[in-house]
């Protein structure tokens, strides 16, 4: 899934010295025409979406599609319990209204939704991925750290090794290594 | 608060001011993982084994203590007509209350970006949790039946039987365990990078596979931290209307009552601002001791700690607001019954307890008033122990002096703790302490990444007037005019 599938050259990856440099090449890399390419820092960096060319996050739908879910399974459930199956007479209360199942409608309606930011962000960014490519690089593994890589992917239709790791040398990256299976 | 915004701010020579560095102490990025991630790795200091052991033996005492009262029922405690809720629901109203800071400090003060947060979110997520587990413990074992507590769960069963949807106290189920895993899930995102770290510096091959588990194949791409933050910011903003509904409806439990002292309206903004006020002296109190254990002073900062004093007067003085406001509206409803239940508050047989309240969460505080008390750890330390006391009594005041004299005086009773209701909130710290102990050994303790983030040499326009010439910049700083910029003198 992604952007990794190509054997058995995964892509190439460089490192850059700061954030500043890396939102730079990441601008460079994409009007050089490359898509398939990522970058790699400690912490998310602020104008990173846009020198990349990528839009709006999508997990918003899936908040609201959990919000809708949570409210309309605590309405259901508690007009269904009280009013439907069991209908139990309590200090002459009706079966079913609306005013006392407010809370749990509410409460259902949070948890959903924060159960649809969480499964959408995990969907949508693939992970769990206990596996990657990129954990073959030794030096990769800074990433977490203080490093910032970019990574050009194989499996972009304009990916050629020497093309790309010329581009990212000129932009200043360095350690440049290709990502391939180790013997 | 304007004396204060300037007193810790930086001064320039023409008259302006920026903001103080949220980390002292010039660190790079690497240092702030090695300051971080290093207690998470080797051994914890003899200290954490004299609290660890000590906080064990709490624990064991509350595993006897809940064996003990399961065995025997529920008889086993000072409860008894008329206060049918005692020691359980005070420690479980005031368990939950601790538990509101984590979620406050991480989700409003992130949508209200006060980056200062940053620093301090992670121990006090951390707290939330544990502290939620001691509440949720409280209510489990007052049912009396434990074995059957599925119950309260809307579980298909042979008998057809559903919960009662109408009652507070099925709200309660619903509203504190689901405040529960939308805590615990903000708590994990919010791990994830971190446990990424821990995983790369990883020497062995079994801490390598167990944290490459739960760090869920992290690499830092930009195309996960897009999806990352975005779910971040929706958690923030459904995690905020959750914290304070959390509380309102714990105060359902008794503002639906009749109970003269309890049914009041008041109820909810008060309970939330109370668990606001214990919880952040809790992260007070935890986080003095732990930032110098671990030496992270760079990270939580004094100013840290005074931005947390401030919430704690703030917040104080609005319970104790509220304490006035109870009285006013007792006396303005004319009503016989909740004018007598306010004035055996303060004068009958448990004035001691509403005394301690009233000094431990209102006057103590006030002391936060001056800068110089703000910012003296020792001071703030016994403050923050005060208020949690007084929080304490809140509840107790709340729930067993209303209980103990309402409309029938042939009926009133005075309520006495045995011994097994004091062992059991003991052990409920003991059970907080082991697993805060836990936190501190195992987890990064303060947010890796996000402390990154906040660094002036995280925003890419740091380095753009030197060594990169940019064609054109994709985001302009927003720079002040001169015009925008407070001058002050």
Known sequence: MGIYESEPVYGILAEF???????????????????????????????MDRAMGMGQSKVGYFTIGGGITGFALAYWLQWWTGGVDYPLNISGKPFFAVEPSIPIIFELTVLFSAFGAVIGMLALNGLPRPFNPLFYSRNFERVSDDAFFLHIAASDRKFNEDDAAALLEELGGFNVEILTQPE | MADTARDIAIFH???????????????????????????????????????????????????????????????????????GWGWPIVDFVFWVGIGHAGTLISAILFLFRQRWRTSINRAAEAMTLFAVICALLFPTIH?????????????????????????????????????????????????VPDLATLRDRATSLWRQRVLGFFALGWTGANRHWRNYEKSYLLLAGLATPLVLSVHSVVSFDFAVSVVPGWHTTI??????????????????????????????????????????????LLTGTMVGF?????????????????????????????????????????????????????????????????????????????????LHRDYLPSSWGYFTPTWVDVLTLVGSFGLFFTLFLLFLRFVPMVAIAEVKGVLPEADPHFYSDHEHDYDVPYVQPAEETDKDKPTRS
């Open chain 2, 143 to 191: 049912v009396g039946r434990v074995w059957v507590i599925y119950w309260t769960l809307p579980i298909p069963n042979q008998m057809e039987m559903w919960p009662q949807f109408k009652s507070p106290l099925l709200w309660d189920v619903f509203a504190v365990s689901s405040y529960f895993i939308v805590s615990f899930l903000f708590w994990f995102v919010g791990l």
């Open chain 2, 322 to 402: 509220a304490y006035i406001t109870e009285f006013f509206m007792a006396w303005y409803s004319q009503v016989e019954y909740e004018q007598y239940a306010f004035i055996n508050r303060a004068t009958g047989p448990y004035a001691w307890a509403y005394w301690i309240m009233m000094s431990c969460n209102l006057l103590a505080p006030q002391v936060f008033w001056f800068k110089r008390l703000r910012r003296n750890i020792p001071l703030m330390f016994i403050i923050s122990i005060f208020v949690n006391i007084g929080m304490w009594f809140e509840r107790f005041v709340i729930t067993v002096i209303s």
């Open chain 1, 17 to 47: 010295s700061d954030p500043g440099a890396l939102v730079h090449a990441a601008e460079r890399v994409h009007k050089a025409g490359f898509r398939h390419f990522d970058t790699h820092s400690p912490f998310p960096i602020h104008g």
């Open chain 2, 267 to 312: 109820f909810p903004p008060y309970f939330v601002a109370g668990a606001i006020f214990s919880g952040f002296a809790m992260v007070v109190s935890l986080l003095v001791i732990a930032r110098k254990i671990y030496g992270i002073e760079d990270l939580i900062t004094l100013n840290h700690l005074e931005k947390m004093n401030i919430v704690i």
């Open chain 2, 13 to 83: 020579g023409d008259g302006h001011y920026t903001d103080p560095p949220l980390v002292t102490g010039n660190l790079s990025f690497h240092e702030i993982t090695e300051l971080v991630a290093r207690h998470a790795e080797k051994k914890p200091p003899t200290l954490w084994y004299v609290a660890f052991g000590i906080a064990n033996l709490m624990l064991l005492n509350l595993l006897v203590m809940i064996a003990y009262q399961v065995w025997n029922g529920v008889g086993v405690w000072g409860n008894n007509q008329p206060v």
